[in-house]
């Protein structure tokens, strides 16, 4: 069992408090986004035996287990994080395994940098994500019944909306949402950028339902991205609660501090509040246009006092345990991969004493047993 030395991601929407609030240290006034746990080779965590990307290398099949091994490969098939959103993310979807691969193959054949800010596949890996708020945590999460995002446009009283209004009440509903989309990122930008000036004010005036988008607005003015939010269902999650967002997804989080898993990969296609590129093109062929409700997660207890949140993807199984003062020690002990993470209290894993926000990397079948007062996330793959 391997104490995790992990790299905390600076990014500009990141929270400057909360990561170092958990971890009880004090802020340095930096945005502080994501912490990372995993192999991932843009951010590997550190251990004793050197980063975790060359532990697993060495000897894959031990630290990972011969069936890990045989259905995912040599590589650690998640990434686990900590996520502090202070501002809202980019509105993104991932591709699902086949789109990826062709994504990826196409841009190697076209011969296109992977670190060029207009590529769209680092990877030819799919990107399923949970994410499980530890306080209250906002998002957007798939779109809403094209009716209710007509009335929500309707609401705002903004002339250069009655289009999209009108497109969203046509059939059949994922025509609709497609076309609003598109014409949404395709307008002429000086004219977006007044429509989007005056929802912005409109959202302010009005408030209440639609106080979320006026916070979009303020951290981007004028992006298109803030008139494609309000086609999307809004979630608030209380701590304890988990989103899981499949493939064609379109989601954004806005504010809050979570832990995230997510299979191993960099892709992401983006449809707006960012700076960075966006393909629109793409990003249509990617995106799944059905209105669906957003599917908030609640763990799924065992008797073994282990809360499983389900998801129908292997590369990763989130779940937790609460421990009560006094308790008895539960053995986690797995023929796969784990990564045990304490968000509160003090738990003992192994000979590891764990506060908030540290975690440490359990190899296949070695031993792991869990005791103390706090909670523990236990991250790791079905076989």
Known sequence: MDRLDNTIRPYAWGSTTAIPHLLG???????????????????PSRTGR????????ADPEKELGPAAV???????PFLLKILAAGAPLSLQVHPNLAQAKEGYEDEERRKIPVDAPHRNYKDANHKPELICALTEFDGLCGFRDPRQ????LAGLGVDSLKPYVDLLHAHPEDAALREVLTAILTADPEEMHHTVAAATAACTRLGGAYAP??????????DPGVIAAMLLNYVRLQPGEALFLGAGIPHAYLNGL??????????????GLTPKHVDVPELLRIVRFEASDPGV????????????YETPIDEFRLSRY?????GSAHDLTRATPQILLCTAGSVQAGEHELRPGQSVFVPAGEKAEVSGAGTVFRATVIV
């Open 149 to 152: 995002a007509a009335d929500l």
């Open 258 to 271: 979570g832990v995230e898993i997510m299979a191993n990969s960099d892709n992401v296609l983006r449809c």
């Open 213 to 222: 988008y006026a916070d979009i607005a303020h951290h981007y003015p004028g």
């Open 70 to 76: 045989a259905r995912f490969g040599t590589r650690l």
């Open 50 to 57: 050197g980063t975790l990307v060359e532990v697993v290398d």
């Open 25 to 43: 240290v004090e802020p340095t006034g930096e945005p502080q986004a994501e912490m990372w746990m995993g192999a991932h080779p843009g951010a």
């Open 322 to 326: 609460v421990l009560p003062e006094g």
């Open 297 to 308: 997660l609640r763990p799924e207890a065992s008797p073994d006092g282990e809360q499983v």
